[in-house]
């Protein structure tokens, strides 16, 4: 078993596996980040302690399932700006795009089964893993309970006997978890139903386009009003996407967006060749001392303090 605690999110970020994804933070209660990683054979569990809520963006490895399971009642969670609530689950099937938001400090676990270890259970799963969707499964209280119990009993023995992952004993739980997973990917998919009122560009369109231009971008700042006209909707579609998807508005999102680029270049940048009001320049930021004010309540110190820091 792998546990470490991080005072630095990009740390832990670097340190979550199963997805090729960007994380950001927000609303740091407790600044760590916990992660705990435990292999049965191929099967990998992951136990996520955050003190913030967070953004991950991505797309999920395209060889497996991950099976992901919020732990937190007094958080929400959103999958794909679906609401997962506790005893829900979020499924990303190979290769698919997704997004997970929580706005406050929460828990979560999470397997990831390779899609053969499904075909050895004799189910049917080429027609799945070709549909590459992200998609929340509801109700299943009893599959919850036991999914989230293997988990703890993995990860509280794997702390206290290192030699459990290679025992009988481990092969016995990762049989008795790889029945759960596939129960849980084998529900039925629920339809989906438009809200009236939705736009008639889905959310996820909208999103992607957004993301799109963003990602085109790179450093350079964009504004809401622009960022609208990018993806050829108005500002009001693309707060009310926002919201759903994300959990927040797109200025915060753009805030956030700026704070973690200037954060990850200041980490990157030697102090000689560069000084922080040329960078946040570089960055589009005009108001230096709101921002420093905004950048120290997300990261706990001055973009300055983030420059001359000594790294390991």
């Known amino acids: 078993m792998q546990s470490k605690t991080f005072t630095d999110f990009d740390a832990f970020a670097d ?15 407790f600044r760590s980040w916990t992660i705990s990683h435990v292999d049965l054979s ?6 996520g302690r955050l003190g913030s809520g967070n953004i ?3 797309q999920s490895w395209s060889h497996g399932f991950l ?3 919020p732990l937190s009642g ?3 969670y959103l999958g794909n700006g679906t609401v997962v609530q506790k005893g829900s689950f979020l499924i ?4 698919c795009d997704f997004c997970v938001a929580t706005g406050s400090e929460h828990d979560w676990c999470s397997i990831f089964v390779p899609s053969h270890r499904f075909a050895d259970t004799g189910e049917e799963r080429s027609s799945r893993t070709a549909i590459r969707r992200c998609r929340v499964s509801h109700g299943n209280h009893r599959a919850a309970s036991q999914f989230g119990h293997l988990v ?10 290192p030699k459990f992952e290679n025992s009988p004993a481990a092969t016995h739980v990762e049989a008795d978890l790889l029945n759960v997973a596939s129960a849980i990917v084998g529900q039925p998919v629920e339809n989906q139903h438009h809200q009236e009122g939705r736009p008639l560009i889905p959310r996820h369109e909208v999103v992607r386009r957004c993301k799109q231009s963003l990602e ?8 809401v009003d622009e960022l609208a006209a990018a993806a050829d909707v108005s500002q009001w579609t693309l707060r009310r996407a926002f919201k759903e998807y994300y959990g927040i508005s797109p200025v915060r999102y753009l805030q956030l967006r700026q704070l973690h680029q200037v954060h990850r270049k200041l980490k990157a940048t030697d102090p000689e060749e560069t000084n922080v009001t040329d960078l946040l320049f570089a960055h589009g930021v005009s108001e230096l001392g709101r921002f420093a004010s905004r950048y120290r309540g997300m990261f706990g110190e001055l973009p300055s303090e983030t420059l001359r820091a000594k790294r390991p």
């Not at 199963?18 to 740091?28: G, I, L």
């Not at 085109?216 to 504004?223: G, H, M, S, V």
């Open 216 to 223: 085109e971008l790179d450093a350079q700042p964009i504004r």
């Open 42 to 47: 191929d099967i990998h569990v992951q136990l």
């Open 15 to 29: 340190s979550v596996r199963d997805v090729d994804a960007e994380m950001m933070f927000q609303n740091a209660k």
């Open 67 to 69: 099976i992901y399971l």
């Open 74 to 76: 007094n958080c929400e």
């Open 92 to 95: 990303l099937e190979p290769g």
């Open 56 to 58: 991950v963006e991505g």
């Open 152 to 161: 703890n009993q993995i990860m509280t023995t794997a702390a206290k006997h």
